[in-house]
C-alpha cells in the first residue's frame, strides 16, 4: 500500500490579525492617555511593554503562522515559535480528543501512549491541569472538533496502512 500524501493544517491568520491589532490598541492606550487618567507611570511603560512584546509575538505569528504536518509516519508542530519540530510516530500517540484548557478553552489534545515517553514533570503538569499530555496551538477557521476528526481520521488511515 502507498504511502498517504503529507497534509498541512495552518492556523487562521485573521484570527492572529485580530490578536495583533488587540496589542497595537492596548499599547496606544497605554501611551496616548493623558497623565491624569493613566494612573502611575511605571504602570503605564509596563503594560506598553507587555502588549508591545505580545504584538512583537502575533506579528511574527502573521509571517510563520502555527502549523501542523501529518504523513504515513506521524505528525509534527512547525512554524510559530517551534523552532526544532519534533514529529510524534502515530504508533505513539492515542486519538486526538477536544480538551479545555484552565481558561476554559477548548484545544485539541493528545496522550501519548504509556510507555513511548518518560513522565517529565511538564508531562504529569500538562495531564493534570488539562488532561492532556500535549495540546496543539492552532486556531484553525472551523472548530476544534473538526479539526479532531480530521486528524484522527487521517491517524487511521495510516495506521491501516
Not at 487562521?12 to 485580530?18: E, I, Y
Request: hydrophobic content about 50%; proline content about 6%; aromatic content about 10%.
Amino acid at each position: 500500500m502507498s504511502a498517504l500524501p503529507e497534509k498541512e493544517f495552518v492556523g487562521s491568520r485573521a484570527k492572529t490579525a485580530t490578536l495583533l491589532a488587540i496589542s497595537i490598541a492596548f499599547v496606544a492606550i497605554a501611551v496616548l492617555l493623558p497623565d491624569s487618567a493613566r494612573g502611575s507611570y511605571e504602570l503605564s511603560i509596563a503594560a506598553a511593554l507587555f502588549f508591545g512584546f505580545c504584538a512583537l509575538v502575533f506579528l511574527w505569528l502573521l509571517i510563520r503562522p502555527h502549523r501542523i504536518v501529518v504523513d504515513s509516519e506521524g505528525f509534527a508542530m512547525v512554524g510559530g515559535l517551534v523552532f526544532s519540530p519534533k514529529k510524534t510516530l502515530w504508533r505513539d500517540a492515542e486519538p486526538f480528543f477536544v480538551c479545555r484548557l484552565a481558561n476554559r478553552r477548548k484545544v485539541v489534545g493528545f496522550n501519548y501512549r504509556s510507555g513511548t515517553r518518560d513522565p517529565s514533570p511538564l508531562l504529569k503538569f500538562n495531564r493534570r491541569s488539562a488532561g492532556a499530555d500535549g495540546a496543539l496551538p492552532i486556531l484553525p477557521r472551523g472548530s476544534p472538533e473538526g479539526l479532531v476528526d480530521q486528524l484522527n481520521a487521517y491517524r487511521e488511515r495510516a495506521l491501516a496502512s
